[in-house]
């Protein structure tokens, strides 16, 4: 099986510019999470969907936002952006409802200027 | 708002040593305890993990001691090599289904 990918893999914006990043999970996951991970604040929870619907979401503005397709392909957008996202987006994906075992992709890493 | 604390940041460690990093967490609401670990360009890739009712769990020369009373666990890596040179991050996942994360260790193996 092929592992999570994410695209793209690096990505360079100015500030106030907005972002997508895009995370495709294995295949026959539909629980989809996103982290933020950088050196100061260490790896954050962003939010998580299941199945389309977002179940869990973390302490970030309202700038972060996501979404799950049909497929369980996820996206995320980051609007208004300001120097402090630039930083590793990470997306894991789980096989069942509970979330335990996630699987991470390589992230996308994202520099803001 | 940090449920996990992680130490130490960092350590350094000769091969064939054993290397010790705890985790210590604040409220009893929690069902499952993993650690992951982290190369350089890489996604956090899961190692092991525990639920509160095991106090020990071994897998190779890697084994999560947990203590439900003092709140804390710890991942042993035993006979340690170059190769575990990596970051390894301990979490919490409460119900909800949210995994928290520790701060992170920067294991380094000399040879």
């Known amino acids: 099986k092929a592992g999570v990918t994410q695209t793209p893999r690096y990505l360079i914006k100015t500030r106030g510019q907005q972002v997508t990043l895009s995370c495709s999970p294995i295949?026959?996951?539909?629980?989809v999470s996103w982290y933020q991970q950088t050196p100061g604040q260490g790896l954050q929870f962003l939010f998580e969907?299941?199945?389309?619907?977002?179940?869990n979401k973390g302490n970030f503005p309202g700038r972060f936002s996501g979404r799950q397709f049909s497929n369980s392909r996820s996206e995320m957008n980051v609007s208004t952006l300001e120097l402090g996202d630039s930083a590793l987006y990470l997306c894991a994906s789980s096989s069942d409802s509970t979330q335990e075992t996630q699987y991470f992709g390589p992230g996308t890493r994202l520099l803001v200027l | 708002q940090q449920q996990v604390k992680q130490s130490p940041q960092s350590l350094i460690v000769q091969k064939g040593g054993i290397s010790i990093i705890n985790c210590a967490y604040e409220?009893?609401?929690?069902?499952?305890f993993p650690w992951y670990q982290q190369f350089p360009g890489k996604g956090p890739a899961l190692l092991i993990a525990i639920r509160p009712d095991v106090s020990e769990k071994k897998e190779g020369r890697f084994t999560i001691s947990f203590n439900k009373s003092a709140k804390q666990f710890s991942l042993h890596i035993m006979d340690s090599q170059p190769g575990d040179s990596a970051t390894y991050f301990c979490a919490i996942k409460a119900a909800g289904n949210k995994l928290t994360f520790g701060g992170g260790t920067r294991v380094l193996v000399k040879p």
């Open positions: 969907y299941f199945s389309e619907t977002q179940r």
């Open positions: 409220n009893t609401a929690f069902d499952y």
């Open positions: 295949s026959g996951h539909r629980s």
